[in-house]
């Protein structure tokens, strides 16, 4: 409206002068040669004001056909990155709907509109994948892994592959490869320690396991583990391994024997006591007990291991079978019914019954039928407890870093037996 009065302004204004003009008079002459050509100045100002506007005219219309072309191209352009927008979010959909044909589809759509960029590679490797074209997917992140903005998601996605495909060789590769790409990724780390786990390299999982996440246990195992293949720094993985888990009766005994073997058998002594506090273990008992010959010293031994744990089952146990072997056949009485009729014993107690009535009562009818009774009760009783592997079940003879039979690294535990309803057992 407000230009309208503008031009209405302008336009009376144009008019006005050029009356004014005309009232004014005057010539406007042009000599060119001997020609002559005389206008009044109103129309050769006129003529003047034409001429401009029509060459402003011809200029614009030249500059507008000029630029048609790249107009044209900006707007396929853009109609081809909406289009392709729009089959990049159909693809997301079709993949969250776990329909990778349609996603394959929709992401050929959007890559054909928008070329290779590193949101299409890496929907097309996903799409694959979850078609099950692996190599398809390796191609995609193959290409992507060129790119210098997508190379981390590319490798990150071979890494996987290779992990999966149990191609260790080209995982530990790819891994160096994506820590040199983004340093410090804690992706990165967290895969290298799964494929240090994987490849059994005990030493470089404990390094690159993040400290929140390995604590107590698992990292006793770790370090244990670690220690067992490097001599040189044993020493100290397994005091590391006691002091992540003061009840893991392998580590304890790792250390023990070290200080033994260092000529200190008094510190061995007070390591295995101190672990025998935290988590009764009959390896304990046994490297505790082994230099004493004398039977009477066993049952002495057994005291002083135990006197800080006294009414553990293992503690009874060991306790009942010193005093038993030593011939103090009260003493292991107290000792094994007191564990017997706490609920708590396992198959090793009635067994020791057995024993202890066989030397009481000998081969007598009443011999005979206590032996009947506590075989009985054995039978029904909690197996003992023992190593086995919480993956598969397996059970091992000791404590291992890994399970041979399922391959599962770390799940070796000391399990079942009635002493693990006490809660001492070890356990994660
Ligand atoms: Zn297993």
Redesign the pocket.
Known sequence: MLRAIWLLILLGLGVWAALFLRQMGGIVEITVGNTFIGVPVWLGLLALVVGFVVLHGILSAWKSLRGWPARMRARREARHRRDGDAAVTRALVALAAGTPDQARLEIRRARNLLGDTPHTLLLTAEAERMAGRNDAANQAFRLLSQREDGKFLGLRGLLRDAMQREDWPAAQRLAREAEAAQPGAAWVREERAALALRTRDWKEALALSPSEQLTGHRRAALALAAAMQDPETASALEKQALSADPGFAPAALAVARRQAAEGSPRRAKSTLQAAWKVAPHPDLAEAYLADESDALARVKGAEALTHENRTHPESRLVLGRTALAAGLTGRARAELEALVSSGSADRRAYLAMVDMDAVELGDSAAGRAAEAKWLRAAAAAPAEPRWQ?L??G?THAKWEPV?E??G?PG?IEWTGGAAAKGGSVVTT
């Open positions: 592997c993956s598969c397996t399970c039979e399922c599962t799940r």
